[in-house]
C-alpha cells in the first residue's frame, strides 16, 4: 500500500535524504521507502521504481516528496511522526552551527570576498548553471555533482582555461588543495607529492598508500572521470601539470587515468616530457613494459603510490614483489566467478583490468550500465556510475544497492569470490563496514547451508587519521568472514589466486623517447599558482558537511545553503541567467 508525503518548502541535500531513509526503512510494517525532491527528474525514478502516485504531481523541486510502501494505515502514524522529528533535528543542527551561510550568489561573495574555490554539490541537472555563476565570480569549480552533459564539461572546462582557472570534475569525488581535503577525501600527511586524476578512489587508493609508506601529498587535483576523453581533451590534466611543475612545493608528480583516448594520452605524455620533476604515470587498463627517464609507467595504483615514494626519498627504482598468500580453501567445480561490486570507479577499472589479465579475457571489458567488466558470468561494477545515482546517494555514503547485489551473487552457486571496497575519509558513511556486515554474514551463511564456501575479499581505504577510524571497520569486515588485503590490487590478485590464476608480471627496462617537439611549457597562471600554494577560501555550494571539513583543516568555507530557482525549471534558469548577464552587460 503506497502513501505520499509532501512536505512544502523544505529542500534536503542528498545525505539528509539518505539518513531519513535509513531510519523509515527501520519502522516495522515499512516494506520500501523512496525520497527524493519533487524535480520532474525525481518523479520519473519515482514512476520507475513502481512508486509513482497522482499525489507527486503537484510537488515541486523545493518540495520533499516521500513514497512509503507499507503493510497497513497505521504504520504511517509512526512514519510521520519520524519525518517530524528527524527534520526537527536537522534544524536544531543548523542553528548551532557556527559556518556563514548565503542563500543567494550575491550574498556568498559578500562574505567570502577572498574565495578562490567554489565546491558544488547540487543536483546534477543543476550543476552546469552554476558552475558557469561560479566561473563568472572569478572561482575554480570543483565539481562534486556528476550528470552533468560532456557538452557543458567541454564548454566550462574551455571557459575556465581561457580565464586562467581550473575546473575539477564534473563528478570529481576527491581532492586536497593544499593539504586541505575537498569532499570525499581522507586525512592524508601532506608531503612533497603531488596528484592529478580522475576524480575520486584513484587519487584515494594511491594517496593513502603513501601515507601508509610514511610520505604525505599536499595537493591531489581531480579531473572528473572524462578529462582525457577525445571530447574534452585533457584540458584540466594538461593545466594542472603545467602548473605542477611551478608548484615550489611539489617534488614529485603522479598522473591518474582511467581509459583515456589515446591521442589525448599522447598530448598528455608529451607535455610530460618536458617537465623536469619525475614523474609516476597510471593509464589504467595499459600493461606497461618500459620507464623513461625521470617518467616512471605504473600498472597497478599500489605500484604507483610505491614508485612516486621511491622517487621522492632517491631510491633505486626495482620490480615490485606482487606474490600474496592463497588461503587454503575447497571450491566447487561449477564455482568458477568472480563478482565485484564497488563504490569507487578507479578501483573498479583496476580490478577489471587485473581479471581480464590474469584469465587472459579478450573480449568484455566495457563501460555500460555500470559494468566495468562483464564477460562469461564474471562481473565488476562501478556503482559510483551516473546511471547507479540518479536521484540516489552515491554508494559511499549509502549500502543499499550493494547489499543487493552481495545477496544475489551470494545465492549464485557458480559465484567462487565476491570483491568489494569501503572507503573513508570526509564524506563518507561513518561506518560502512557495520551496514555491509550483516549481509556478507548472511550470504557466507547461506552457501554455507547449500555446501558451498562462499569468499568475500575486501580492501578500506583509508588511513589512520580517517574519523571511521581504519583499524575497527578492518575489524568488523574480518569478524563478517571478509579477507581484507593491504590494496585493491593484493585483493584482485588473490581473487585470481583461488581460481588458480595469475597475473603476469615483468619487469620494465629504461626506454630513450624521441620527442618530435623541444617547444617551452606554457607557463601556468598565477591564479592557478596561489590556489596550489595558498589553503583554499571556498564558497561551498550544496553538502554542509563538506564545509565543516574545510574548515577542520584551517581551509575558510561560506555555506551556500543553495535551493532551485525557478521553481526547479532548468529552461527558465537558464532564461534568467541570460538575462541577468545580458543587463549587466
Known amino acids: 500500500?503506497?502513501?505520499?508525503?509532501?512536505?512544502?518548502?523544505?529542500?534536503?541535500?542528498?545525505?539528509?535524504?539518505?539518513?531519513?531513509?535509513?531510519?523509515?526503512?527501520?519502522?516495522?510494517?515499512?516494506?520500501?521507502?523512496?525520497?527524493?525532491?519533487?524535480?520532474?527528474?525525481?518523479?520519473?525514478?519515482?514512476?520507475?521504481?513502481?512508486?509513482?502516485?497522482?499525489?507527486?504531481?503537484?510537488?515541486?523541486a523545493n518540495d520533499m516528496a516521500l513514497v512509503v510502501d507499507a503493510e497497513s494505515d497505521d504504520v504511517m502514524d509512526s512514519v510521520l511522526t519520524e519525518v517530524d522529528e528527524f527534520l526537527a533535528s536537522q534544524a536544531t543542527t543548523e542553528s548551532e552551527d557556527t559556518t556563514e551561510s548565503a542563500r543567494t550568489w550575491e550574498t556568498a561573495m559578500k562574505l567570502g570576498k577572498e574565495a578562490n574555490v567554489a565546491l558544488l554539490s547540487v543536483p546534477g541537472t543543476y550543476a552546469a548553471l552554476e558552475t558557469e555563476k561560479a566561473l563568472d565570480e572569478g572561482l575554480s569549480p570543483f565539481i562534486f555533482s556528476d550528470n552533468v552533459s560532456i557538452e557543458d564539461e567541454v564548454r566550462l572546462k574551455?571557459?575556465?582555461?581561457?580565464k586562467g582557472l581550473i575546473m575539477m570534475g564534473p563528478d570529481c569525488g576527491t581532492g586536497i588543495i593544499n593539504g586541505v581535503p575537498m569532499a570525499f577525501t581522507n586525512i592524508v600527511r601532506p608531503g612533497r607529492i603531488s596528484i592529478v586524476g580522475a576524480s575520486g578512489t584513484g587519487i584515494q587508493e594511491v594517496s593513502t598508500i603513501i601515507d601508509k609508506l610514511g610520505a604525505g601529498v599536499t595537493n591531489a587535483i581531480?579531473?572528473?572521470?572524462?578529462?582525457?576523453?577525445?571530447?574534452?581533451?585533457?584540458?584540466?590534466?594538461?593545466?594542472?601539470?603545467?602548473?605542477?611543475?611551478?608548484?615550489?612545493?611539489?617534488?614529485?608528480?603522479?598522473?591518474?587515468?582511467k581509459p583515456p583516448a589515446k591521442s589525448v594520452r599522447d598530448k598528455v605524455l608529451g607535455l610530460l616530457r618536458q617537465v623536469s620533476k619525475p614523474v609516476v604515470t597510471i593509464f589504467l587498463g595499459e600493461k606497461p613494459t618500459y620507464h623513461e627517464k625521470d617518467l616512471y609507467h605504473a600498472y597497478t595504483l599500489e605500484e604507483t603510490a610505491k614508485l612516486a615514494v621511491a622517487l621522492l626519498n632517491g631510491e633505486e627504482i626495482k620490480a615490485l614483489d606482487e606474490t600474496v598468500e592463497i588461503p587454503s580453501v575447497e571450491l566447487k567445480p561449477e564455482q568458477t566467478l568472480i563478482k565485484g561490486y564497488y563504490s569507487g570507479g578507479t578501483l573498479a577499472n583496476e580490478a577489471g583490468m587485473l581479471i581480464a589479465d590474469g584469465l587472459n579475457l579478450e573480449e568484455g571489458l566495457t563501460h555500460e550500465d555500470g559494468f566495468i567488466l562483464n564477460s562469461a558470468g564474471h562481473e565488476i561494477i562501478d556503482l559510483g556510475d551516473d546511471m547507479y545515482t540518479q536521484g540516489k546517494?552515491?554508494?559511499?555514503?549509502?549500502?543499499?544497492?550493494?547489499?543487493?547485489?552481495?545477496?544475489?551473487?551470494?545465492?549464485?552457486?557458480?559465484?567462487?569470490?565476491?570483491?568489494?571496497?569501503?572507503?573513508?575519509?570526509?564524506?563518507?558513511?561513518?561506518?560502512?563496514?557495520?551496514?555491509?556486515?550483516?549481509?556478507?554474514?548472511?550470504?557466507?551463511?547461506?552457501?554455507?547451508?547449500?555446501?558451498?564456501?562462499?569468499?568475500?575479499?575486501?580492501?578500506?581505504?583509508?588511513?589512520?587519521?580517517?574519523?571511521?577510524?581504519?583499524?575497527?571497520?578492518?575489524?568488523?569486515?574480518?569478524?563478517?568472514?571478509?579477507?581484507?588485503?593491504?590494496?585493491?590490487?593484493?585483493?584482485?590478485?588473490?581473487?585470481?589466486?583461488?581460481?588458480?590464476?595469475?597475473?603476469?608480471?615483468?619487469?620494465?627496462?629504461?626506454?630513450?623517447?624521441?620527442?618530435?617537439?623541444?617547444?617551452?611549457?606554457?607557463?601556468?597562471?598565477?591564479?592557478?599558482?596561489?590556489?596550489?600554494?595558498?589553503?583554499?577560501?571556498?564558497?561551498?555550494?550544496?553538502?554542509?558537511?563538506?564545509?565543516?571539513?574545510?574548515?577542520?583543516?584551517?581551509?575558510?568555507?561560506?555555506?551556500?545553503?543553495?535551493?532551485?530557482?525557478?521553481?526547479?525549471?532548468?529552461?527558465?534558469?537558464?532564461?534568467?541567467?541570460?538575462?541577468?548577464?545580458?543587463?549587466?552587460?
Not at 541535500?13 to 539518505?18: A, E, Y
Not at 571530447?231 to 591518474?256: K, S
Not at 574545510?550 to 529552461?571: C, H, L, M, T, Y
Open 393 to 585: 546517494p552515491h554508494p559511499m555514503i549509502d549500502p543499499e544497492k550493494r547489499i543487493e547485489m552481495i545477496q544475489t551473487a551470494g545465492d549464485n552457486p557458480e559465484t567462487a569470490v565476491i570483491l568489494l571496497d569501503v572507503v573513508l575519509g570526509y564524506g563518507a558513511h561513518d561506518d560502512m563496514a557495520t551496514e555491509l556486515a550483516p549481509a556478507i554474514k548472511e550470504a557466507k551463511e547461506n552457501a554455507k547451508k547449500d555446501g558451498r564456501e562462499l569468499l568475500v575479499l575486501g580492501t578500506v581505504v583509508g588511513t589512520s587519521a580517517d574519523p571511521q577510524n581504519l583499524v575497527r571497520q578492518q575489524q568488523i569486515l574480518e569478524e563478517a568472514g571478509v579477507i581484507v588485503c593491504s590494496s585493491n590490487n593484493k585483493a584482485v590478485r588473490t581473487a585470481l589466486g583461488l581460481l588458480g590464476h595469475t597475473v603476469k608480471d615483468e619487469e620494465k627496462g629504461f626506454k630513450v623517447v624521441e620527442e618530435a617537439t623541444n617547444a617551452p611549457l606554457p607557463k601556468a597562471s598565477q591564479a592557478v599558482l596561489d590556489l596550489l600554494s595558498t589553503k583554499p577560501n571556498v564558497i561551498n555550494v550544496g553538502l554542509k558537511s563538506f564545509a565543516e571539513a574545510i574548515e577542520e583543516n584551517q581551509g575558510k568555507a561560506v555555506q551556500f545553503d543553495w535551493r532551485p530557482s525557478a521553481g526547479g525549471d532548468v529552461k527558465l534558469q537558464k532564461v534568467l541567467y541570460f538575462l541577468d548577464n545580458y543587463v549587466a552587460k
Open 158 to 162: 574551455k571557459k575556465a582555461h581561457e
Open 222 to 257: 581531480g579531473t572528473g572521470g572524462r578529462d582525457l576523453s577525445e571530447e574534452v581533451g585533457g584540458i584540466t590534466m594538461l593545466d594542472t601539470i603545467v602548473a605542477l611543475e611551478e608548484d615550489p612545493n611539489t617534488d614529485v608528480i603522479v598522473v591518474i587515468s
Open 1 to 60: 500500500m503506497l502513501h505520499t508525503i509532501i512536505k512544502e518548502n523544505s529542500y534536503q541535500d542528498s545525505i539528509v535524504l539518505m539518513l531519513l531513509t535509513n531510519k523509515l526503512n527501520t519502522i516495522e510494517g515499512v516494506k520500501k521507502v523512496s525520497i527524493m525532491m519533487g524535480t520532474p527528474a525525481n518523479k520519473d525514478l519515482f514512476e520507475g521504481s513502481g512508486l509513482k502516485t497522482p499525489e507527486l504531481a503537484k510537488a515541486t
